[in-house]
């Protein structure tokens, strides 16, 4: 049951034409890829700037300052100017998984499982979500296995391996959240009957 969505329609086609969009976008004036000298991101009258993927991990070694949540995640999703004039990072995507998770699970994160789909930048933000949420038990699952089992590691949980998602998932004994973080194209999905099963909260954050 799909209880809210974002008023936000990007194209399916959005990132093959990212720099005609951004070109198009009055307030942009340049796409932050790795800060350095001579790069604009590092210009007096540069402000900041929102970090989306792929590069939410690339830019960690090159910004100055990290904020606490960001040191821990591993990977940022906020540039800006500190009054000092170092280039400083945050990480605000578990803030929101955090709150909208928070919504519809009730008391359900005591004690409860959660399970990432991916490994990337907002699959740590999501981890990081969840063990401040108290769940007692994390999962990720990812195609490349390897790195299922370094994030998981990362936040003290388990990788969740099967031949398929589902049948991965069958070996669970319950399941309170799911938190997506892998693009609609990678073709993975929950059965119904799993859905059934458990009837946990999804949240779709890719």
């Given at each position: 049951?799909?209880?809210?969505?974002?008023?936000?329609?990007?194209?399916?086609?959005?990132?093959?034409?990212?720099?005609?969009?951004?070109?198009?976008?009055?307030?942009?004036?340049?796409?932050?890829?790795?800060?350095?000298?001579?790069?604009?991101?590092?210009?007096?009258?540069?402000?900041?700037?929102?970090?989306?993927?792929?590069?939410?991990?690339?830019?960690?070694?090159?910004?100055?300052?990290?904020?606490?949540?960001?040191?821990?995640?591993?990977?940022?999703?906020?540039?800006?100017?500190?009054?000092?004039?170092?280039?400083?990072?945050?990480?605000?995507?578990?803030?929101?998984?955090?709150?909208?998770?928070?919504?519809?699970?009730?008391?359900?994160?005591?004690?409860?499982?959660?399970?990432?789909l991916g490994a990337g930048g907002t699959a740590r933000a999501a981890c990081?979500?969840?063990?401040?949420?108290?769940?007692?038990?994390?999962?990720?699952?990812?195609?490349?296995?390897?790195?299922?089992?370094?994030?998981?590691?990362?936040?003290?949980?388990?990788?969740?391996?099967?031949?398929?998602?589902?049948?991965?998932?069958?070996?669970?004994?319950?399941?309170?959240?799911?938190?997506?973080?892998?693009?609609?194209?990678?073709?993975?999905?929950?059965?119904?009957?799993?859905?059934?099963?458990?009837?946990?909260?999804?949240?779709?954050?890719?």
């Amino acid at each position: 049951r799909v209880s809210g969505r974002l008023p936000l329609t990007l194209p399916r086609d959005a990132y093959a034409s990212w720099d005609e969009t951004l070109a198009a976008l009055p307030h942009i004036d340049a796409v932050v890829i790795s800060p350095g000298p001579g790069h604009p991101s590092r210009a007096a009258d540069f402000g900041g700037a929102s970090v989306t993927i792929p590069l939410k991990e690339v830019l960690l070694p090159a910004v100055d300052a990290l904020s606490p949540s960001a040191a821990a995640i591993g990977a940022l999703n906020t540039l800006w100017r500190t009054v000092d004039g170092r280039l400083a990072a945050d990480n605000t995507d578990w803030i929101g998984i955090k709150v909208l998770l928070s919504r519809s699970l009730g008391g359900r994160a005591a004690g409860g499982t959660a399970l990432v789909l991916g490994a990337g930048g907002t699959a740590r933000a999501a981890c990081y979500a969840i063990r401040q949420m108290g769940f007692a038990s994390l999962h990720v699952y990812n195609r490349t296995v390897a790195k299922a089992e370094a994030l998981a590691t990362d936040f003290g949980g388990a990788p969740l391996v099967g031949a398929s998602l589902d049948e991965a998932l069958g070996a669970l004994e319950r399941l309170d959240a799911v938190v997506s973080c892998i693009p609609g194209s990678a073709g993975v999905s929950i059965g119904e009957a799993v859905l059934h099963r458990f009837a946990p909260v999804v949240l779709d954050a890719a």
